[in-house]
């Protein structure tokens, strides 16, 4: 496992100025047009940001100087300061970004073959909750903005040499599966997935860009009309009891919502050949039986779906424990038995707690969740210190001061919490 430091882009100071990177073809055109210019400019400046990974207006030599000089003054190209980025023993690389507001958030690129997919986050933080998920026990501070979406790409890019022609190791594929709900961000979340498909931008196929949702069904219900990329739904449970306990959002929209919205969602989309991905991560003891296997058969039966078997990736502060192989295996044997595509995703960059669901950057948690919890945490490590003799709060990893300095935390965030805005 590597890290480096790289400081090569700063966050410039916020000003009225609009930010250029995140914005949509039709978004920059409607900008060109209120400047007094041409629409056919948008295009110019898309690829010159996202092809070519200029961000100087001064260097976008095919528009005239006069117009360049004009652009500088009324707009503006930012991107988050990498703090660090990781590469892990297995291809896999991951970056940290500071963003605006005190907290940074995670991205991971994960090569595989041909394919690199880069996993983007879309909030700081969760609201939601999901009891299984270091994201979600850090709290919530706020929404990315389509900038920061894309400059998770455009950074990754930078850092893989794409935009040097490097051809060997670039983003083909998308997942919004970071930190963050992504339909509760969504309009930001649709244009950013939209430059990611633009072929003047990235130009990567609606089947490679995948949002995966817990379930925010009204979004869900009016995704259709904005995209048509790939669905993957966070199921993790074959009944509302259970779901209940895993994904709190399940008791406001419960399964035969979700299921029934996903179902609509790829109904509408124009190639009739795709699948909702159902994930499910198995937990010890939790959801790994073969009767939850054999439900979740029968609750599918109706829908188009490939299945993916996540192993839950542990972290200090939760007590599920990971699957065991054979059990993972006789779910999985169940599921091929009754006709589903079912795979099992493989455990990818954990030594630099990259992996699923491990993903915590730093928030500044804004709903005081992370300080619960953390407060809870210490309360129990108390107890059974004095009720076992034995020292357990330095191997808890809830110490909050040691978390504050960026530089020394982050060979195992997710598996820490980040500081409260206190
Ligand atoms: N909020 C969205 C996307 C981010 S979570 C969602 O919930 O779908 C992306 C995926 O990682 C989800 O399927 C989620 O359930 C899974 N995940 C979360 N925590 C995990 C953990 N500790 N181990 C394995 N997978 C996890
Ligand atoms: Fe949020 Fe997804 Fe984590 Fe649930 S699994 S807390 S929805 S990021």
């Not at 056919?40 to 100087?56: E, N, P, S, T």
């Not at 706020?142 to 900038?147: E, G, I, N, Q, V």
């Not at 059974?384 to 504050?404: F, K, Y």
Request: with cysteine.
């Amino acid at each position: 496992m590597t890290s480096i430091d790289t400081t090569a882009v700063e966050l410039s100071p916020a000003t009225a100025r609009p930010n250029l990177l995140g914005m949509s073809q039709g978004q920059l055109e409607e900008f060109f047009v209120s400047i007094g210019e041409k629409r056919f400019r948008a295009a110019q400046v898309l690829k010159w940001i996202h092809q070519a990974g200029v961000i100087d207006f001064a260097q976008m030599t095919n528009i005239s100087k006069e117009l360049r000089g004009k652009l500088a003054e009324v707009a503006q190209v930012t991107l988050p300061a990498v703090q660090r980025e990781w590469d892990s023993a297995d291809g896999c690389r991951k970056f940290l970004l500071r963003v605006e507001g005190g907290s940074a958030v995670e991205s991971v690129f994960i090569p595989d073959g041909d394919r690199g997919t880069l996993c983007v986050s879309s909030q700081v933080g969760c609201s939601l909750d999901c009891s299984f998920c270091a994201t979600g026990k850090q709290g919530f501070q706020r929404d990315l903005t389509a900038a920061e979406i894309i400059a998770q790409v455009w950074l990754a890019a930078r850092s893989l040499g794409q935009f040097d022609g490097e051809r060997k190791r670039r983003v083909t594929n998308v997942v919004l599966m970071g930190m963050g709900e992504p339909l509760l961000n969504f309009d930001n979340v649709v244009t950013a997935m939209n430059i990611m498909m633009d072929d003047n931008a990235y130009g990567i196929s609606k089947r490679r860009v995948t949002l995966s949702t817990s379930g925010v069904v009204p979004a869900l219900d009016r995704l259709n009309e904005f995209t048509d990329a790939c669905l993957a739904i966070s199921l993790h449970a074959p009944n509302d009891e259970l779901r209940n306990k895993l994904v709190p959002i399940n008791k406001k929209y419960p399964i035969a919502q979700l299921l029934a919205s996903a179902k609509r969602y790829i109904d509408n989309v124009p190639d009739n050949h795709r699948k909702i991905t159902v994930e499910y991560t198995l937990i010890d003891g939790v959801n790994d039986r073969p009767e939850h296997a054999r439900e979740l058969a029968v609750l599918l039966k109706d829908i188009p779906v490939k299945i993916n078997l996540i192993p839950f990736n542990p972290f200090s502060l939760s007590d599920y424990k990971r699957v065991k192989p054979h059990v993972m295996k006789e779910f999985q044997d169940i599921l091929i038995k009754r006709g589903y595509t079912t795979t099992i995703r493989t455990t990818r960059g954990d030594d630099i707690a990259a992996a699923c669901g491990q993903l915590a950057g730093e928030v500044n948690d804004r709903t005081r969740r992370s300080q619960r919890y953390l407060q809870k945490h210490s309360q129990a490590g108390q107890k059974q210190s004095a009720d076992s003799d034995v020292e357990s709060a330095s191997s808890s990893g809830t110490d909050l001061s040691s978390n504050t300095d960026l530089s020394s935390n982050h060979s195992n965030s997710g598996q820490v919490f980040a500081r409260s805005s206190g």
